[in-house]
């Protein structure tokens, strides 16, 4: 069974440009889960959907982030436009039902940096 | 709201010696408990989990955690370690019943031979 993916691995971008970020979740997860790791700071929860519908959105950081999850299936965030502080690895999760004993899969993660 | 400390930054130690990796949390609330492992260039890789009953976890790769409510606290322990084991350790906790995971700094475990 594949595991969590995540695209691209990794971005360079300029400060001001647009960026997208995918996450694959694992076959038949409904709850997929978006997660940041700034520099020398610990990960952070950032969004949640359960399928296509946002179920906490609390720790996103601004309205520069959109994220989206359309027909339940992957889900992509979108930066724009990126600031230097956005520079970080970005982490997606799933699990199969809403609270399955606590296993959230990860992806790999992105790793973005803002020039 | 949680919060979850990982009292060592970077924890050095030689091939086939013991290790504990420390972490405390803080909550109003019931928790759940994890440790999470990065390997380099990988992803988060649950370890193990406490739910509820038995204080010790044990999880994959031969360690175990043991959750003590009355200083709250979930350290991982492993008796011997192995060069393999280097990587990025986190320390995780979830209100029961909620799902965001709230992490700790993380700690690097570094075994040298």
């Known amino acids: 069974e594949a595991g969590v993916t995540q695209f691209p691995s990794h971005s360079v971008i300029e400060k001001g440009q647009t960026v997208t970020l995918r996450c694959d979740p694992i076959s038949g997860h409904d709850n997929l889960y978006w997660y940041r790791r700034v520099m020398g700071k610990e990960i952070k929860f950032l969004l949640h959907?359960?399928?296509?519908?946002?179920?906490?959105e609390s720790g996103m950081p601004n309205n520069r982030f959109l994220a989206e999850r359309t027909g339940g299936t992957y889900s992509t965030l979108k930066v724009q436009p990126a600031e230097l502080e956005d520079s970080g690895v970005y982490f997606c999760?799933?699990?199969?039902?809403?609270?399955?004993?606590?296993?959230?899969?990860f992806g790999p993660g992105t790793r973005l940096l803002v020039l | 709201a949680q919060s979850v400390t990982q009292l060592d930054s970077q924890v050095p130690v030689f091939e086939e010696a013991p290790v504990e990796l420390r972490c405390n949390y803080s909550?109003?609330?019931?928790?759940?408990l994890f440790w999470y492992v990065q390997y380099p260039n990988q992803g988060l890789q649950l370890l193990l989990k406490y739910l509820s009953g038995s204080t010790l976890v044990k999880g994959i790769n031969g360690f175990e955690a043991e959750f003590n409510k009355s200083q709250t606290s979930f350290h991982l322990r492993k008796p011997s370690v192995h060069i393999s084991d280097t990587a990025e350790y986190f320390c995780?906790?979830?209100?029961?019943?909620?799902?965001?995971?709230?992490f700790g700094k993380g700690t690097t475990l570094s075994v040298s031979s």
């Open positions: 959907f359960v399928k296509e519908s946002k179920q906490d």
């Open positions: 909550s109003s609330v019931s928790v759940y």
């Open positions: 995780a906790v979830s209100a029961r019943g909620g799902t965001a995971l709230i």
């Open positions: 999760a799933s699990s199969q039902a809403r609270w399955q004993a606590g296993v959230q899969y």
